[in-house]
């Protein structure tokens, strides 16, 4: 009996040396928001990284908030020494600061403008991205921004499909395989459908003047359309959040979670991976 005791003790012991070893081991890695593209060479012996990703919010409008980003929970394979190229989304700017459509970077369509200032919408999300080459090509996982909010309401979560924004002229949210549509609006111009990579753009009014703005749409493997222009406060569009993706057949046990209650600021990115010992 007593040797059986110590065989437990024995496999006990070495079981929680084996675990402890292994915690030891596991490296996380961060990714901040800095405005500017990054990259990340994979160290050697490393042939899985687990992924935990958050877009960026949407911009506020009037009293209504942007969309939240999405968050994506994946594990990559991976190859020893290949480079990584790391994008983390940048918040949508608030109504009257609406920022400029992701075209080389990570940020969500522009708010519509509006001369009564808070009336404007609020700019989209941007996306959280893995890609092996430069953005904005060789994606392997995408977590999407949400859109902008308008003076009529919310904009929509970013998820693995983008949500509506909220209001007559809301804008769509984007899809796997498309953008979405945007607010045809009632008066003015400039609402846009988002594409790829790309968050839809807001509608404004011709002159800005008197009418109030759509929120812009979020980034994402596709990005939400804009919302369109209103000529009250109650019939202008959110901007629609964008869609998250992981490419199948690199990543697996992946969890994809719409609108995250932590992702309403700056997107973030942690990989985590066991070193050798």
Request: no cysteine; aromatic share 8%.
């Amino acid at each position: 009996m007593k040797n059986l005791n110590f065989l437990k003790y024995f496999l006990s012991l070495t079981f929680t040396l084996f675990l402890n070893a292994s915690i030891a081991n596991a490296v996380t890695v961060t990714f901040s928001y800095t405005g500017s593209q990054e990259t990340w060479t994979v160290p050697n012996g490393v042939t899985s990284i687990t992924v935990d990703a958050y877009g960026a919010g949407g911009g506020d409008s009037s009293g209504n908030s942007g969309g939240n980003g999405a968050r994506v929970q994946t594990t990559l394979t991976v190859t020893p020494g290949d480079v990584l190229y790391i994008i983390v989304g940048e918040t949508g700017r608030d109504a009257a600061n609406g920022v400029a459509s992701a075209t080389a970077f990570s940020a969500g369509g522009k708010g519509g403008a509006s001369n009564l200032g808070t009336q404007s919408g609020g700019g989209g999300g941007g996306r959280t991205e893995i890609s092996t080459t430069v953005a904005p090509t060789g994606s392997i996982m995408v977590a999407a921004g949400g859109g902008g909010a308008s003076s009529a309401g919310n904009g929509g979560s970013g998820g693995q499909t983008g949500s509506d924004g909220v209001g007559m002229h809301k804008g769509s949210g984007g899809s796997q395989s498309a953008g979405g549509a945007a607010g045809a609006g009632n008066t003015g111009t400039g609402s846009s459908y988002g594409s790829a990579y790309i968050g839809g753009t807001g509608g404004r009014t011709a002159d800005y003047r008197n009418r109030y703005g759509g929120g812009g749409g979020g980034d994402g493997y596709y990005g939400g359309g804009g919302g369109g222009a209103g000529i009250s406060a109650s019939n202008s569009g959110g901007g629609g959040g964008g869609s998250s993706y992981v490419d199948s057949t690199l990543g697996s046990s992946t969890t994809y979670t719409a609108g995250y209650s932590s992702a309403s600021g700056h997107g973030s990115l942690e990989i985590t991976y066991t070193a050798d010992s």
